[in-house]
């Protein structure tokens, strides 16, 4: 999507998730946010982060043993 906020580029993906998060901590309080769902969405988050981080080593591993 041409206007779409989320980058598409692999390499900008976990710096924009790592601000995300950052983000949300700090503007909970005025989005109306109860701490229970920023905890929720921080780890939902971080959770990606890491599953994100695993499958491109995994492809990075695959890649040079080819």
């Known amino acids: ?5 989320i980058p598409m580029g692999n ?3 976990d710096s924009f998730e790592s601000n995300l998060v950052t ?3 700090v503007h ?3 989005l109306g946010l109860k ?3 920023v ?6 988050i971080n959770e990606h982060r890491t599953a994100f981080t695993n499958m ?3 492809k990075s591993r695959i ?3 080819c």
């Open 63 to 65: 890649k040079i043993s």
């Open 56 to 58: 491109t080593s995994k």
């Open 23 to 25: 983000k949300l901590i």
């Open 1 to 5: 999507m041409k206007n779409d906020f």
């Open 28 to 30: 909970a309080p005025v």
């Open 11 to 13: 390499a900008d993906l």
């Open 35 to 37: 701490p229970d769902e």
């Open 39 to 44: 905890t929720e969405a921080v780890q939902i």
